[in-house]
């Protein structure tokens, strides 16, 4: 069935003279999560993950993707015709180092220019000629018969009680910024800076709160291109009471196309190479997205409200945990089992919107599948030992959550604990870290990888992201991990989640997750510290501990994080709850 | 006095209708310590650190300088005219940023173009435009009437069984790298690179072992620009041996100047403008200095015969601290006295050939200096309190060395005891590390800073840099700092200094200086691993350790370093001194 649609994807290459066809993950707006419409690259290889891109040439077919997927990939490839190329590896060429080892000098690439950004466009074609690319094709129109339809949600208006800054606002301090680059106008892409721009929210994307649009900001107007059908009166009133003209989606076409003589400010990262072709009479600035920058420091308002979200989204966690651990013994209960159970706690919480993101509830080996997912095939039955690993968040009006515990069921191996309580030195030397103002999370990385380095063990995956504010799971442009993007100093009012991790293929797997925003910590002849504030309360198992590994500060950590998980989350328990929660933290 | 030779300056200045004037710490081959001849930022400014740039208009001069040398810069500054600029503190513009704010917009800029290299000169020129500049003169030429003479001192050739790699060995590896790059010729300018590659020292720089010349390789011949007279019959039979043609330091110009459709390799930060401007009928190709990569990964012998030579120099520096403290209260010792005692006791082991840099010998408030330089009218008499931080080095045969230990001579406060400690602590987390192949000296340099920053303190400087072998103590590319150059993959056989300190201005100095050489550690599944072997041994000062604030690694850390110290160094010592340094090791 797969070789099918592999054959009909090379019958239509070849009526369009074109060698190699590319499949990214991404969709016209360059999300990492995205539509089911846009979800070309599964339908062809079978691979699920969140990241990869899919080429295929004549006689062969590749699947890239990064360290977070190598093992899911590798089963879920099997018979589907494409071989994995496990990124960052050594010796795995690039898919743009491939392609030039496979096709010939005059050879043509296509791929549909919507789905990928300027700046991948022009990363790729280093080393080949303009000619050997055609990017306006999307050829899996003609081919995939029951491709979803594009998504049409209703959209919301995000009160200004938990967004803290109106759009009007947020409009004027992005015009200052583009005029400091000598730019007139703004092409904004980015459907998570669009959400937060306007004060809007959707449901377009599974466990998103984007909505598909694209904004023109320009200094006597703002425009959002918009199916008109998503909004009811009262977002329509609010759009026009700022002064938002709206048109629909496709308009965004022909109005660029008529743009001239501009000095257009956009994101060559975020922004399409198809986008950017439409705009050949002005001029382009490129930098980078401004209101990426802006929202990824919470406002006051914002930091507030996500402290109230994570308490409750904590308390509905321990009551899905306090559950499974006291059911699980006498009633199967499987990893799907687990997913349900916490959606379920989770939803009862007043503004509760929908998960986050595909919680990962992972029992033994499963849990070193980092985005394991669950199905009805393969989910296990939890038993009294080894790990059960869950990473799951919410999405609620008063912001997003994301959070990763492991516990384990019974018995655990001297080395299963010797690992759980590395990675918990990992996210308490992280955790811990004063560090002069200018740091950046790629320095900082470096902290957290030091305790497992020690001992060999290094997770594939960065040390922690950004979280939207009821916004995507993962949001830039700050992170902790060894990519240069990340060689960025962290600001005050950043948010990002601390999560290392052991991986053990077939055996066993471990995260601990927080979330921790950057305050001032003091300013001294050294110059201004800056700290976390960990936001995340919840247990981290005691009885995967174990003590003997852990110094003296890192006793004092565990244990007055517990006290202090226990202050906050208690006065909103029942007392059979509070008992339990009280066993869970105590002092070791 | 001073302002005279601004006066002077300034009058030249105004005859060759230039409006401000560069003059950089540098020599014509961008060396970090230069000949007297070349220190003309010093002659007129007064300031003697080896960092700084002086810049010159009709009404104001200023000089900047990193923050090693904020607190020295300041003091010799007094009543020389020249305003000082802290690099890197916020708020304050670089000397090019300066300039565009000092220099009208049709102004003129000059400066020496042999002491400014072909990036700085990019960096400088940005936003001016190419005719603001005049890069042609020396101003100093005709009114530093007591300049020093070039340098004409002799060279020597560097045994193999030393250096364990010939010249035509290096020299084939050399067009190998340049060839892949597509060159076919190659300038080398940087002094050290050009030691290294001829396997030839001299002593044109005090307490370097570089001498001035250039050198031009090419596929079918190799020449070196260098004063005849400072070859002997040895050297010269040498070089004809290994086919060097040779030719006087100046027909470098001439040289350069008939070079015609070459494709010419150099290094833009290691060549000078005043070079690259011979070039113009040849295609340039700038990249990274070949050499410099070379020379940076030792090989074998040259990690054996540092073992051996750090050895050796500890073994002096015991003598030395062993004399200096036995008879400190009996004797006045200066900190002038402390610098003869060590180099004294240097100048006795086989194959040494003078310091490998200005000792520190920094008493109390002194110590604060980074790079305090003891002279007769400031230098301090021990006395049974605070702190001595003497960081020395040697150069010899089988290598240079750089150590720094800070003692205490008596009473310490509680305060000082902490600090002292936070440095130890600071050591042993980056040298115990292990890290994957592939991390940077940029992110290590994370781990030296955590202990100290936990407690609000940081030092203005690098965490360590490169050692020559028998060369120049400072040498690249890499180093652990926060410049992302040195944001650069370590490599097995590269060596690096751990040197973090406390300087608290007026009060005390602690800094604690080991040399590390990276090695493969192990490989498992997660990757290869390095690790470092320290090769210098010399006690670290029990008595101003407190031993509360250390965890169990690091005290295992510090009584192994000492137990192996007393190994290495007690066979090659009398009675006297193995008791002398059982005591210095104890276990804590």
Known sequence: MLNDKLLKLRDEMSKNGID?????????????????????????????????????????????????????????????????????????????????????????????????????YNELKKGFDEDNFKIQYDLLESIWDDRPSFPKENIFVHDLSYAGKSTSEKIDIIRGIYHSHGADSYILSSLDDIAWTFNLRGSDVLNNTTFYAYALIEDDKTTLFIDRDKLDEETKLYLKENNIVLKSYDEITADLSNLKNKNIYLSPERTSIYIESLLQNNKIIHDKEITAYLKAVKNEVEIQNSRECYLNDSIALLKGFKHIEENFKETPITELDVEDIIKNERSKIDGFKGISFDTIAGYKDHAALMHFKANEKNTYTLDSRDFLLVDSGGQYLNGTTDITRTFSLGEITPEQKKDFTLVLKSVINLSRAKFLKGTTGYKLDMLARYPLWLEGIDYKCGTGHGVGFFLNIHEGPQGFSVRKSHDLPLEVGMNLTIEPGVYKEGRHGIRTENTVIVKEAFTNESGTFYEFETISFFPIDINSIDPSLLNSDELEWINTYHAATFNKLSPYLNIDEVNWLKEKTKQI
Chains 1, 2 share one sequence.
Not at 43 to 57: E, K, L, M
Not at 64 to 85: C, H, M, N, P, V
């Open 20 to 120: 190699a066809y590319i499949i990214p993950s991404s969709d016209a707006h360059q999300s990492e999560y995205v539509a089911e419409y846009f979800k070309g690259r599964r339908w062809i290889s079978n691979f699920t993950g969140s990241a990869g891109t899919a080429v295929i040439t004549s006689d062969s077919a590749g699947l890239w993707t990064d360290g977070r997927y190598f093992i899911q990939a590798e089963k879920e490839l099997e018979g589907s015709g494409f071989d994995l190329f496990k990124m960052a590896e050594e010796g795995v060429p690039t898919y743009p180092e491939w392609l030039k080892s496979v096709v010939k000098k005059d050879g043509i690439i296509g791929f549909d220019g919507k789905v990928i950004s300027v700046s991948a």
